[in-house]
Each structure stands twice: as C-alpha cells, then as structure tokens.
C-alpha cells in the first residue's frame, strides 16, 4: 500500500492546518471558504496605525481673555476693579522658537513651533531647518528630538539641542551640524546638547521632577537678558515671548512706589530677574528658589547688583522656612513686599498663607494665570486680615493666549474688611514672630483668678 511521505512533524502539521485557503483560479480568484479557516500570521496581523488627528487647541483672543476675567469677578465676587493691562507687541527676534518632531502614524516629520500664532517664523529658524532636511545628516535627523531657540531678547539666540546621539555616524553627524552653526549662524551664541530623564520633550517651564544632563558644544552656559546687564542660565525659565517681560520689574516699582528703607523678598524667583532689577531700590532684597539653574543664574546677578544688598536662598517655599527667617532680629524689623509668581499649576495652601500673615509683611503681591487659585488666595489673605488693593491684569505673551493678574494684598488697619487684626484677639493675628509670647516666658505672664464663693458662702 502506498503511503504518503510528509516531511514535516505532525506538530508542524497541526500549527499550519488552519492556515488552509482555497484553491487559487485562473483568474486570481479563491473559492469562498469559511472566514475562521483563514489564519493570518503575526506579520501580516500587524497593521499600520493609523494617523491620529492632531487636536487643534482654540486659542482665545485678547477679547474672549477680556470677557473671561470680567465674568470671573463679578461670580466670585471679586472686589475693586483691574487696572490697565500691562503688555507689549511681540516680536520673532525676542522670542522662543522650536523645531520639533512630530509623529503622524509611522511617519517622523520636523515641524516648526512657532512661539505665538501668526508669527511667521525668522530666517535663521527657517535655515536650520532646511539644513537638517540635507541628505548627511539623515542619522542625526532621525536620532533629533527638538532644537530649542531661546532669545537673549537683543536678537541672538542660544540653542538647545535634544538628541540622542548613539553610534559614530550620530555624533559625526552633531558636529557637522555644530560646525554648521559655527560657520553660517552668527546669531547663535551658544549652543548645547541636552538628555532629559525620564526620556520626555524638554521644557523649562515643566522641567521639575526631570533630570537634565546638558553639555555646551560652544558657547556660555549663560546667555544675556537684553541689554540690562544681568543674565541666565540656558536651562533657566524665562516666558517664550519676552517684550513685556523684559519691563516687568518696572511695571511692578511703579505698583508699590518703594521706600528706600522697604525691603523685598521674591519667591519662587528663577533668575531672579526682578529681584536684581529692583535691588537699587531697596535697602535689603532676597530671593528664594529650589532649582539648580535658579541658583546659577541668581548667584551670578547677585554679582552684577551695584548695590551689593541681595541675598539668594535655595529652598522650597514651605511655612517653616519663612517663620525661621523672619525669627532672626536682623530680619524681623522693616516694611516687607513679599512677591510670589506661582506657575499655573502651583498653589498656596492655608498653612502657607498664615505663616506669611504671621510675618506681617507691608504688602503682598501675587501673581497667577490659575483663576481659581486666585480666588482661593483672595479669599484666604481676607481671613488672615489683608485686603485686596490693586489688581493688574499682565498679557505677557500676546497670541499665545496665556495671562496672569498681580494682586497687591496690604494689611487693613481700620477694619475695612469687618475684623480689625490690631483689634481683634485672635490667634492669627498679624504681628511678628518675635513678638509672640514664648514657652519660656509664660510662666512669667501673671494669672488672676476669681474664684466663684460657694453656696453656703454666700449664705453667710
């Protein structure tokens, strides 16, 4: 009898029997088979994702911001009215650009990040980007994950490069486009190849929790804010569109009117760009920030200061430092202006805004672009015994959509607000530290006690 030869396995046999399809036709046809006699194999099961939809965010007009605050506070009950806005026209050449990479499915695109809508994008944006296009920097094309343009605010920019740079043919293909910088871009000043941890887009305004390793190709690791004399380091947080910034230090002398005699202290400072500014008219300015690159950049306008009368901490903004400050003699006395400029996300919770009552400074000025955090810093300041005087709205960053309001707090004196601190005996009353009665000292405080006369006493 004949017998049929298989020269596979009988497992081979049943691992390839559901793969079984009609026979083919002369016209490329199959027969109609059952569609779970059909298996594909894992090559073919893969299938290409397909491109999602970028999702457009609608950027709200200068008109649309408008109506927003103005809804705001007449539902939260906001008092006083804003003043002026404080802005400035944008330009490109004082601007944050980036070139970015995009993925649409499979497919890897670099695309330009323009730092405000209808902004058309500056000559040496568009050069770089048309060189990494080139045919021998296809590796290092491929391994990039953003070019970072961050303006000085005089025109020169200082560039930070994200790539991963694996292999010989990657790192030729960096210095080819370093050189390129070097040779035809004389209005980079810097340039620096950055690797953040864990592995995500970089961005100063949200570099927290990350850990960026930086190494200067050419350059300063410094780069110059404008013309006013005072710099900060590459990696430090400054807003992508700088015009108005630039005269904020300015805007906010003219807020308060200073004593040569007050003094400032500036929270959560970055460079301490404002703090150094407004040194000159201050008898004593401090400056506080929990970042490395803060510190670099402060330390560095620290020297820069004429007046030689500023100060930089490095700490997280948390009730037990300032009661540790302001418990030194030296600290305690003078008109205090304390300034907070908080990002979008951060808050200040009701501990935080009774140890800054409790430190009874001569004005508080808050700055957030969080309308909500607003409203709860508002209401709680009100509590401690601080009214709100002054409101100014800030448009930083024309056609980007973002704004923040400064809020000037200063102590109500004559019980605007229902509770006169000076008056009331509460426990959370704005008087200084030092002034607290201690543990030590109270058995120094004499007790009277009446004693009530009992029953038969009074009989008597």
């Given at each position: 009898?004949?017998?049929?030869?298989?020269?596979?396995?009988?497992?081979?046999?049943?691992?390839?029997?559901?793969?079984?399809?009609?026979?083919?036709?002369?016209?490329?046809?199959?027969?109609?088979?059952?569609?779970?006699?059909?298996?594909?194999?894992?090559?073919?099961?893969?299938?290409?994702?397909?491109?999602?939809?970028?999702?457009?965010?609608?950027?709200?007009?200068?008109?649309?911001?408008?109506?927003?605050?103005?809804?705001?506070?007449?539902?939260?009950?906001?008092?006083?009215?804003?003043?002026?806005?404080?802005?400035?026209?944008?330009?490109?050449?004082?601007?944050?650009?980036?070139?970015?990479?995009?993925?649409?499915?499979?497919?890897?695109?670099?695309?330009?990040?323009?730092?405000?809508?209808?902004?058309?994008?500056?000559?040496?944006?568009?050069?770089?980007?048309e060189q990494l296009h080139k045919e021998?920097?296809?590796?290092?094309?491929?391994?990039?994950?953003?070019?970072?343009?961050?303006?000085?605010?005089?025109?020169?920019?200082?560039?930070?490069?994200?790539?991963?740079?694996?292999?010989?043919?990657?790192?030729?293909?960096?210095?080819?486009?370093?050189?390129?910088?070097?040779?035809?871009?004389?209005?980079?000043?810097?340039?620096?190849?950055?690797?953040?941890?864990?592995?995500?887009?970089?961005?100063?305004?949200?570099?927290?929790?990350?850990?960026?390793?930086?190494?200067?190709?050419?350059?300063?690791?410094?780069?110059?804010?404008?013309?006013t004399g005072f710099c900060m380091h590459?990696?430090?947080?400054?807003?992508?569109?700088?015009?108005?910034?630039?005269?904020?230090?300015?805007?906010?002398?003219?807020?308060?009117?200073?004593?040569?005699?007050?003094?400032?202290?500036?929270?959560?400072?970055?460079s301490s760009y404002v703090s150094a500014?407004?040194?000159?008219?201050?008898?004593?300015?401090?400056?506080?920030?929990?970042?490395?690159?803060?510190?670099?950049?402060?330390?560095?306008?620290?020297?820069?200061?004429?007046?030689?009368?500023?100060?930089?901490?490095?700490?997280?903004?948390?009730?037990?430092?300032?009661?540790?400050?302001?418990?030194?003699?030296?600290?305690?006395?003078?008109?205090?202006?304390?300034?907070?400029?908080?990002?979008?996300?951060?808050?200040?919770?009701?501990?935080?805004?009774?140890?800054?009552?409790?430190?009874?400074?001569?004005?508080?000025?808050?700055?957030?672009?969080?309308?909500?955090?607003?409203?709860?810093?508002?209401?709680?300041?009100?509590?401690?015994?601080?009214?709100?005087?002054?409101?100014?709205?800030?448009?930083?960053?024309?056609?980007?959509?973002?704004?923040?309001?400064?809020?000037?707090?200063?102590?109500?004196?004559?019980?605007?607000?229902?509770?006169?601190?000076?008056?009331?005996?509460?426990?959370?009353?704005?008087?200084?530290?030092?002034?607290?009665?201690?543990?030590?000292?109270?058995?120094?405080?004499?007790?009277?006690?009446?004693?009530?006369?009992?029953?038969?006493?009074?009989?008597?």
């Amino acid at each position: 009898m004949y017998k049929q030869n298989n020269r596979f396995s009988s497992r081979t046999a049943n691992r390839t029997a559901g793969n079984r399809i009609g026979k083919p036709l002369a016209g490329g046809k199959f027969h109609a088979s059952r569609k779970s006699d059909v298996h594909k194999d894992n090559e073919f099961n893969t299938k290409t994702a397909k491109a999602e939809k970028p999702v457009v965010r609608r950027i709200p007009s200068f008109e649309d911001i408008k109506a927003q605050i103005s809804a705001w506070m007449e539902n939260d009950r906001i008092p006083g009215k804003l003043q002026g806005w404080f802005t400035a026209d944008a330009t490109p050449e004082n601007s944050d650009w980036r070139i970015v990479k995009e993925y649409h499915g499979a497919q890897e695109n670099l695309v330009i990040d323009a730092p405000s809508r209808d902004m058309k994008p500056l000559e040496l944006v568009n050069r770089v980007l048309e060189q990494l296009h080139k045919e021998h920097l296809h590796i290092f094309k491929k391994a990039l994950r953003q070019i970072w343009f961050r303006a000085s605010g005089d025109g020169r920019f200082a560039l930070l490069v994200q790539v991963d740079v694996k292999g010989k043919m990657s790192a030729h293909g960096y210095k080819t486009f370093v050189d390129f910088l070097e040779r035809s871009c004389p209005e980079v000043i810097s340039c620096h190849q950055i690797q953040c941890m864990p592995d995500r887009l970089f961005d100063p305004a949200n570099a927290q929790g990350m850990k960026v390793v930086s190494k200067c190709a050419f350059g300063n690791d410094f780069m110059p804010i404008a013309s006013t004399g005072f710099c900060m380091h590459v990696l430090d947080w400054t807003p992508r569109i700088k015009d108005a910034w630039l005269n904020l230090p300015i805007r906010i002398k003219d807020a308060i009117h200073p004593n040569r005699e007050d003094r400032f202290f500036e929270f959560c400072s970055g460079s301490s760009y404002v703090s150094a500014t407004l040194a000159p008219f201050f008898k004593q300015v401090e400056a506080l920030d929990c970042r490395e690159s803060a510190m670099q950049s402060s330390k560095q306008n620290i020297r820069n200061v004429a007046t030689q009368n500023m100060r930089f901490h490095r700490s997280h903004l948390e009730p037990g430092f300032i009661s540790k400050f302001f418990s030194k003699s030296d600290n305690a006395e003078g008109r205090w202006t304390f300034y907070f400029n908080l990002n979008v996300d951060d808050t200040i919770n009701s501990e935080m805004v009774q140890s800054i009552a409790g430190s009874r400074p001569e004005r508080i000025l808050f700055q957030t672009g969080n309308l909500e955090t607003a409203s709860k810093a508002i209401k709680s300041f009100r509590n401690e015994g601080y009214m709100l005087r002054k409101s100014i709205p800030f448009y930083l960053e024309p056609g980007r959509g973002n704004f923040e309001i400064l809020f000037l707090f200063v102590p109500d004196r004559v019980g605007i607000l229902g509770q006169n601190p000076a008056l009331a005996h509460r426990s959370r009353n704005i008087q200084r530290p030092k002034e607290r009665p201690q543990r030590a000292n109270m058995s120094d405080i004499p007790h009277f006690v009446q004693k009530t006369p009992s029953f038969k006493q009074r009989k008597d």
